[in-house]
Each structure stands twice: as C-alpha cells, then as structure tokens.
C-alpha cells in the first residue's frame, strides 16, 4: 500500500494517550513497509501541533484525550488537511460520540477492545475507499438511521 505522494509510503499521524496502546499501534505501523509514521502523540495539544506541522496522509486518532477530544484533531485535519483521511480508534461507543466523530470527518471507525484489531487493514481499506467501522459501532448507526427513518415516516402520514 502506498497511497502516499507519487507512491510513497503512507505517512501516518497517531493519537493515542494510552502508551502501551500507542506502543503497540506504532509498533504495527512501522513494522509496516506500507507507511511512515510521522508523529506520535500523546495529548490533544500534541496532535494539533502535529497537523499544523506537517503534511500526512491518514490520522488515527483516540477520542478521549487527557487535554480534549480528538473530534477537535479531526476538524482541523479537514481545515488545514482535506486531503488526509481520518480513523478513529476508541473505546466510547455512545451514540453522540459516533456521531459527532463521523460528522467531524472520520472516515472509519473501531474498537479498541475488539480482539483482533486489524490495523493494517482497516488502513488499506480506508485509503481504497471503504469505511472500516467495528461491528458495534455499525449497530449505532444502523440504529440512529432507523430512528430518522420512523421519524420522516410519522412525519409523512401526519402521525406524531
């Protein structure tokens, strides 16, 4: 996978405060021939200095951070980064969170807990143009969409 400039490895930005997390998911990045990671942050601050610093391809980021929420990395990675993609990886699973995250700009979302945690393809599946979203988080949004559904049909027939 190279889906970097003129096919270069993809260059990475990661966000995780949890530092075996972070450990282990830089680990798979730079185990990977596929990427570069460029920046490994810690903290919110840490990361929007990062997207203000450099160009990348792809941020991955955790969205409860010991300084903020990382939907405020996402935000910026639209303004100053429209070209880069974005995935979350968290443990938060509620509605708002999912949400409020997508509606950011995150192109992907999973699960810290999930077993097997496939990095590297949840990668490749969202630089080719897939949302790799876990199993749980996909029920959300399947749920939320029944909802407005039910809603604009109540509202169509006159029914509250």
């Known amino acids: 996978m190279t889906n970097g400039p003129e096919g270069a490895p993809l260059r990475i930005v990661l966000v995780e405060d949890d530092e075996p997390i972070r450990r282990r998911l830089a680990e798979l990045i730079t185990d990977w021939s596929g990427a ?6 810690a903290t919110l601050a840490e990361a929007l200095a990062a997207i203000e610093a450099q160009s990348f391809d792809l941020l991955v980021t955790d969205l409860k951070l010991p300084d903020g929420n990382g939907i405020e990395a996402i935000r910026l990675v639209g303004k100053l ?7 979350v990886i968290s443990v938060l699973t509620d509605e708002r969170s ?24 949840a990668i490749t599946d ?17 749920r939320r969409l029944a909802e407005r559904g039910k809603a604009a049909g109540r509202r169509r027939t006159g029914r509250a």
């Open 36 to 41: 570069t990671l460029v920046a490994t942050c």
């Open 81 to 87: 980064q429209p070209q880069a993609e974005c995935m």
């Open 98 to 121: 999912v949400l409020d995250a997508i509606e950011a700009g995150a192109a992907g979302y999973l699960l810290k807990d999930a077993e097997a945690l496939d990095l590297i393809e």
């Open 126 to 142: 969202l630089m080719a143009g897939r949302s790799p979203i876990s199993s749980r988080i996909a029920r959300v949004l399947v």
